[in-house]
């Protein structure tokens, strides 16, 4: 789940749009076969689950073959702690549909967060920081001159790396107690947003969040650099 909204959120910053997330787990098979025949780029992620596919994830598989999906462009990701296998066997699935091409090799995430992973939430941090400077540039034009689809999409970034960064914190991705990359990038985005005033309710809803920037936030090195 980390993975897919780290790939979300960069996909939108990149401009990408009607990205859509689906929980094979809550989401009525039907709903994500109909949502499967309107998009051109499918990824498909899931963990290694008693060595084969998660169960939920195997019936959409062959809900989407039995269907006759074919001619998309896919990518696989798959979650194990040892001997992952889930992407091995549902490339063998895809290989059964017509004109699938698979865009990259499979992804594997171990259950531990990796150096990569902590770079990919960085970045996450980041694009939550250039969607606020982005808002922040397109206010300061004349009223007359100013978008308001631009202000829309950038807000709209700016809430769903939010989002994104407070379900880390609480899964343990983002550490309260851990000063690295991810977290200073994080704290750093929050104090801009505060600063610029970009999003005055962002904390309303975000307690994991308030915590971690506020741990952060009582450092030294934090404290000495606060405009």
Same mark, same amino acid.
């Given at each position: 789940e980390n993975a897919c909204e780290i790939l979300a959120s960069r996909l939108a910053e990149k401009g990408v749009q009607h990205v859509r997330i689906f929980d094979v787990s809550h989401t009525d098979v039907s709903e994500q076969v109909s949502a499967a025949f309107q998009c051109s780029h499918l990824v498909f992620a899931s963990a290694t689950y008693n060595g084969g596919?998660?169960?939920?994830?195997?019936?959409?598989?062959?809900?989407l073959k039995a269907h006759a999906l074919q001619n998309r462009t896919v990518a696989l990701i798959e979650n194990g702690s040892w001997g992952p296998a889930a992407a091995r066997l549902m490339a063998k699935h895809l290989e059964e549909m017509k004109g699938m091409t698979q865009i990259a090799p499979p992804i594997t995430i171990r259950s531990?967060?990796?150096?990569?992973?902590?770079?990919?939430?960085?970045?996450?941090?980041?694009?939550?920081?250039? #969607? +606020? *400077?982005?808002?922040?540039? !397109?206010?300061? $034009?004349? #009223? +007359? *001159?100013?978008?308001?689809? !631009?202000?829309? $999409?950038?807000r709209e970034k700016v809430t769903r790396g939010l989002d994104a960064l407070e379900a880390y914190v609480a899964d343990g991705s983002l550490r309260i107690d851990e000063v690295n990359l991810a977290t200073i990038s994080a704290a750093c985005a929050i104090a801009y947003l505060n600063f610029r005033r970009v999003a005055p309710g962002w904390c309303a809803t975000r307690p994991q969040l308030i915590k971690l920037v506020d741990a952060l936030f009582q450092r030294a090195s934090f404290a000495r650099t606060e405009p």
């Open positions: 596919i998660y169960t939920p994830m195997e019936t959409l598989l062959l809900e531990a967060v990796k150096d990569e992973q902590y770079r990919q939430l960085e970045a996450l941090a980041d694009g939550v920081m250039e #969607a +606020a *400077q982005a808002l922040v540039r !397109e206010k300061s $034009r004349p #009223a +007359a *001159q100013q978008s308001e689809s !631009e202000l829309l $999409r950038q």
